[in-house]
């Protein structure tokens, strides 16, 4: 079963590198989300760093929604969609393998360049760790929850603005506790329970978010 989630990841990261478009789509639009709250704002550094912790969480959440309707449409349009739900392979593990891809791919880049751009905002350095620590928790809830969206919204038109209607309220609780994450770093206060609140979220969206998206598809392909 590894080697099936295994060949699942690599061919999506495979078909996403050769057309190139999403991930390169996605970092730079979170790379120019937050470029552009310093001109509209103003320079005032003190402002920034207040402001940076949810300015580059907000950023994430809807550079990771870029991409979200083209998670299943592919598979769907050409017919490996079928296939996959006549293999036995089970729907769920395809499901959670093209999530963990889509992440890869659009997740993990906003994780890395996160602590450049927090400098850019001014964020004190006490919060650059906690930052990564939660965008790497909160990401891949991201990612779950957007594999929900896409699949009720497969083959519909104007998917993307559907999606973003049903997703972005679920989004909410990560923005919540992920910026309280980063604040409590900045402020020298515990972020433990902060943490362990995005991590509970992860590990409740892991079964929930992967029933409901295979659920989903499998009424798209009825």
């Known amino acids: 079963m590894i080697m099936v989630c295994i060949k699942i990841i690599l061919r999506d990261l495979r078909l ?4 190139g478009v999403d991930a390169f ?12 709250f310093p001109l509209g704002v103003g320079p005032e550094s003190n402002l920034l760093a207040r402001m940076s912790p949810g300015v580059i969480w907000v950023a994430a ?5 870029l991409s979200l309707d083209r998670l299943f449409q592919h598979d769907y349009e050409d017919g490996s969609l079928e296939l996959m739900l006549l293999s036995p392979i089970p729907l769920e593990v ?3 393998s093209k999530v963990f891809a889509h992440w890869l791919l659009t997740g993990l880049p906003l ?10 905002l001014n964020m004190p350095n006490s919060g650059l760790g906690v930052l990564t620590l939660s965008l790497l928790l909160g990401t891949p809830v991201a990612s779950l929850i957007g594999a929900v ?3 009720l919204t497969l ?11 049903l997703v972005l309220p679920l989004y909410i609780p990560l923005l919540i506790f992920g910026v309280a994450a980063v604040d409590a770093g900045i402020g020298e206060l515990p972020v433990r329970p902060h943490l362990l609140i995005l991590a509970a979220l992860l590990a409740a969206a892991l079964p929930m978010a992967t029933w409901a998206s295979t659920a989903a598809l ?3 392909c009825e």
């Open 16 to 19: 996403a590198l050769k057309q």
């Open 25 to 36: 789509m996605v970092l730079m639009f979170f790379l120019i989300t937050i470029t552009l």
């Open 61 to 65: 959440l809807l550079s990771t929604m």
């Open 94 to 96: 395809v499901v959670l």
């Open 111 to 120: 994780v890395v360049v996160s602590p450049l751009l927090a400098v850019f």
């Open 149 to 151: 969206g896409g699949a």
């Open 155 to 165: 083959g519909a038109r104007r998917g993307g603005v559907l999606i973003s209607l």
């Open 218 to 220: 499998r009424q798209s």
